[in-house]
């Protein structure tokens, strides 16, 4: 039975978290780590070969999409975001059991809904699934996670983000 491997997030890499197990990140992750300390450890894992950089195929990113659609989470999730969470799915599928280190909430979402294994390094993570809906602050009208106005077409009152539980 095959151990395992992490997929990990920026914030894995800044938070320290580097396994001895095989560990992936996308391209768009290593572009993402600025700071000079984590620059060091994470070229130095690449170098010996405990980091590989990856990239999910475009049927995983789409099967993601579809999920973050249903969820709202589309609305929270960046690329980089979304080609980790694609990327979990690609290894699932190629039964290599991923745990997805990272401490964005909306990540774990997408991950708990997608039945992909996650874990925090400085937070705690999630315990339920989460949706989000934009809705009008004033008439309360919701609007679809691809509508791009800031105001409200009936009242023109500012429209907001909200977090509602998914039963």
């Given at each position: 039975?095959?151990?395992?491997?992490?997929?990990?997030?920026?914030?894995?890499?800044?938070?320290?978290?580097?396994?001895?197990?095989?560990?992936?990140?996308?391209?768009?992750?290593?572009?993402?780590?600025?700071?000079?300390?984590?620059?060091?450890?994470?070229?130095?894992?690449?170098?010996?070969?405990?980091?590989?950089?990856?990239e999910p195929d475009s049927s995983d990113?789409?099967?993601?999409?579809?999920?973050?659609?249903?969820?709202?989470?589309?609305?929270?999730?960046?690329?980089?975001?979304?080609?980790?969470?694609?990327?979990?799915?690609?290894?699932?599928?190629?039964?290599?059991?991923?745990?997805?280190?990272?401490?964005d909430y909306s990540m774990q979402n997408?991950?708990?809904?997608?039945?992909?294994?996650?874990?925090?390094?400085?937070?705690?993570?999630?315990?339920?699934?989460?949706?989000?809906?934009?809705?009008?602050?004033?008439?309360?009208?919701?609007?679809p996670p691809e509508y791009e106005a800031?105001?409200?077409?009936?009242?023109?009152?500012?429209?907001?983000?909200?977090?509602?539980?998914?039963?």
């Amino acid at each position: 039975m095959n151990q395992g491997v992490y997929v990990l997030d920026a914030s894995a890499i800044i938070g320290g978290f580097i396994s001895k197990k095989d560990n992936f990140v996308t391209a768009s992750v290593v572009n993402e780590i600025k700071d000079l300390k984590s620059k060091i450890s994470l070229e130095t894992a690449i170098e010996e070969g405990s980091i590989k950089i990856t990239e999910p195929d475009s049927s995983d990113k789409e099967e993601v999409v579809q999920v973050i659609k249903k969820s709202g989470d589309i609305l929270r999730l960046s690329q980089v975001d979304v080609d980790l969470v694609a990327l979990g799915y690609k290894l699932k599928r190629e039964s290599l059991n991923p745990t997805v280190v990272t401490d964005d909430y909306s990540m774990q979402n997408a991950l708990k809904i997608m039945g992909i294994p996650y874990r925090s390094v400085l937070t705690k993570g999630i315990n339920e699934i989460y949706g989000w809906v934009k809705i009008c602050k004033g008439c309360k009208a919701k609007y679809p996670p691809e509508y791009e106005a800031d105001e409200c077409e009936i009242c023109g009152t500012r429209i907001i983000k909200k977090r509602i539980k998914n039963k």
